[in-house]
């Protein structure tokens, strides 16, 4: 069974920083393709940024690109959001979620792809 448990979520200011992490456990990290989503009170959970097993591919959001910088260290079997210049709208729980050996043509934005997900934490910006 893999586990995922994120950490690094809480409250910033608008124009600030924070830096999620995923640590994951129970399996091989290095076969996992990683996502990063979020679900805001009221809305659907949303694609924000996604990582190929090697971290040789990433993918963002339109609304996040330029601003968050999603990476991994496979050593430590963790992944990170790197969030800057954050925005009230950017407030959502946070979500890390495994894929195990996605193929070629991943849909990496579609949750159905992603079997494991971590309990979530939460960032709040202020405005």
């Known amino acids: 069974q893999v586990q995922l448990v994120e950490s690094g979520g809480g409250l910033v200011q608008a124009g600030g920083s924070l830096r999620l992490s995923c640590a994951v456990s129970?399996?091989?990290?290095?076969?996992?393709?990683m996502g990063w989503f979020r679900q805001a009170p009221g809305n659907d959970r949303e694609f924000v940024a996604a990582?190929?097993?090697?971290?040789?591919?990433?993918y963002y959001a339109d609304s996040v690109k330029g601003r968050f910088t999603i990476s991994r260290d496979n050593a430590k079997n963790t992944v990170y959001l790197q969030m800057n210049s954050l925005k009230p709208e950017d407030t959502a729980v946070y979500y890390c979620?495994?894929?195990?050996?996605?193929?070629?043509?991943?849909?990496?934005?579609?949750?159905?792809?992603?079997?494991?997900w971590g309990q979530g934490t939460q960032v709040t910006v202020s405005s």
């Open positions: 979620a495994a894929d195990f050996l996605p193929g070629t043509g991943w849909d990496y934005r579609r949750q159905y792809e992603y079997k494991y």
């Open positions: 129970g399996r091989t990290f290095s076969n996992y393709g």
């Open positions: 990582i190929s097993r090697r971290g040789s591919s990433t």
